[in-house]
Each structure stands twice: as C-alpha cells, then as structure tokens.
C-alpha cells in the first residue's frame, strides 16, 4: 500500500541534544512537508521541499533543519537551537494541488 | 495576508444530532483550494474533501456536506446524523497559488474538537 510512514512514533530528547524524525514516502510525489502541532493549535509549516535537493523554510523553521537527498525521503532534525521542541510532528506530501497525505506523526518529548 | 478561522473550539453533541463546523478564511489570491481534514485520536490527519476557489457547488457525501460561499468567505462542514466514531478534532486549511506558483503549503485553522456522546 501506498503511504507515509514517520518513525519513530514516540521521541524523548534530552536538554542540548540534536534528534532526527524519519519520513518516507512511497506514492511518488514531489513535494513533502513538515509540520508542528501543538495542543489546542492547528498545524504550522516548519519546512518543504517541492524537489529533490531543494527544500524551503516555512512559518516555524528557527531551531530545525532539513535534507531531501532522495524523492522518497525527507528528514527532519530537531537541532539543541529548538528551545521548545516538545510537539507533535507530522509530515505530508502531495503533488501539485492535490490533497496532502499525511504519516501517522511523532510526538517528541523532552525529558 | 493569509488566514483560516475555526471560531469553534470544542462542540459536544448527542448521536444523531446535526452538527455545523465553522470555517471562516482570508486571502488576497482569487486562485486557491479550501480542505477539510479529520484527525482521530491516532493522530493521522485524513483527507475529507477539496474545494477550487472558482466551484461554489455544495458537496454532499453520505452524512458529510459542505458549504462553499465566496461571498463570506466561509467553508462550512455538516455532519448529518451525527455518530460516536465522528469524534474528532477537525481542520479547515487553505492552499494558494501564491506569487511563485503553487507550493502545497498548507494554512491551517486552530481546529474544532467534536465529541459525540451515544
């Protein structure tokens, strides 16, 4: 089956350190997304890439990086600059204006 | 500037009952998409439906419809016959074309949490 796929589901960081979420996608699509929920807000725009070896920053990108090395996969890491990472993450793609398919998120924790 | 509006935090309603969620949105673009997305609580945000910025056809699907009006610029979503399994948070979000062409971002409103109790 055709999808998103965010590893891991559950992230626990420590004070200073540098973690990175996953996100694979096999429906072919151009452009993938990184957003950041928190509790009782929408969805923000953290960074995209709308081709490989290309990426822009979003709403929300101070404290994150990005890479888009392959079409299928799109790394977020959460840099030690993040002062609150403590979130839920999801990542999307789409193609052109279709509708975005989003992954089953990660929620980062720091400990 | 771009803007997506759920007025609605949290709405409580009995199974079987109709429900309304408000989505008010603001833009300059005259080209643009208007979604609606359902999050259950496994987090995953579920596609329900995509609406051009030139179709004001209302769209019906099952228990689900929407209603489209440029004129207040309002995107509205109706639950007919409301069930347990609705129960969700529920995003309003906006596309543009934007000045560099379509980029997919997407703007999202704050959400309207439904419970529907049985």
């Known amino acids: 089956d055709g999808g998103i796929t965010q590893s891991p589901k559950y992230l626990f960081r420590k004070e200073g350190q540098n973690v990175t979420l996953s996100c694979e996608q096999n429906?072919?699509?151009?452009?993938m997304y990184w957003y950041r929920q928190d509790p009782g807000q929408g969805l923000r725009l953290i960074y995209y890439?709308?081709?490989?070896?290309?990426?822009q920053k979003g709403d929300i990108a101070e404290g994150y990086s990005v890479s888009r090395e392959k079409k299928e996969s799109f790394p977020l890491t959460v840099t030690s600059a993040q002062k609150n990472p403590t979130a839920f993450y999801l990542c999307?793609?789409?193609?052109?204006?279709?509708?975005?398919?989003f992954g089953q998120g990660t929620r980062l924790t720091v400990v | 500037a771009q803007k997506v509006t759920q007025a609605q935090t949290e709405i409580s309603v009995v199974e079987k009952e109709d429900v309304t969620l408000d989505c008010v949105y603001e833009t300059r673009d005259t080209t643009y998409y208007l979604f609606w997305y359902k999050q259950p609580p496994s987090g995953e945000l579920v596609f329900l439906i995509r609406?051009?910025?030139?179709?004001?056809q209302n769209e019906i699907s099952g228990r689900y419809s929407w209603n489209f009006q440029k004129s207040t610029s309002s995107f509205n979503f109706t639950i007919t016959a409301s069930q347990v399994v609705d129960s969700a948070v529920y995003f309003c979000a906006l596309s543009e074309a934007g000045g560099s062409g379509n980029t997919g971002k997407l703007i999202f409103g704050q959400g309207t949490t439904l419970q529907v109790k049985p």
């Open positions: 609406r051009n910025s030139f179709d004001e």
């Open positions: 429906l072919n699509h151009d452009a």
């Open positions: 890439s709308q081709i490989v070896n290309d990426f």
């Open positions: 999307a793609s789409n193609r052109g204006w279709s509708e975005a398919f």
